[in-house]
């Protein structure tokens, strides 16, 4: 059975970092893509960063790009997003996928999703 388990959220004021994890597990991931998408409260899930395994490029979203790293832990099965210099649009529940979308930045495609961890960025 495979499981995408998100960690690292919590509250952060504005400027502040935070690092989020995922722990994949279940099957092997060496060959697909995998990311991290947001949902702030009444909006749609929006990508934020990820990778393909076969090209090792990062692919981020222009508002988080030059703030937000992504890496990725073969050996471990695990993704990393270390978010600095947050601001309260910042704010949502991230998730992490994996699948072998025919376009990264978007949702269609990844078939694994964790259950999301709450990030929120306030004074």
């Known amino acids: 059975q495979v499981q995408l388990v998100e960690s690292g959220g919590g509250l952060v004021q504005p400027g502040g970092s935070l690092r989020l994890s995922c722990a994949a597990s279940?099957?092997?991931?060496?060959?697909?893509?995998m990311g991290w998408f947001r949902q702030a409260p009444g909006k749609e899930r929006e990508f934020v960063a990820a990778n393909r395994w076969a090209t090792g490029s990062i692919t981020y979203a222009n508002s988080v790009k030059g703030r937000f790293t992504f890496s990725r832990d073969t050996a471990k099965n695990t993704l990393y997003l270390e978010m600095n210099n947050l601001n309260p649009e910042d704010t949502a529940v991230y998730y992490c996928?994996?699948?072998?979308?025919?376009?990264?930045?978007?949702?269609?495609?990844?078939?694994?999703w964790g259950q999301g961890t709450q990030v929120t960025v306030s004074s």
């Open positions: 279940g099957r092997t991931f060496t060959n697909y893509a």
């Open positions: 996928a994996a699948g072998r979308p025919a376009y990264i930045m978007t949702i269609r495609g990844y078939d694994y």
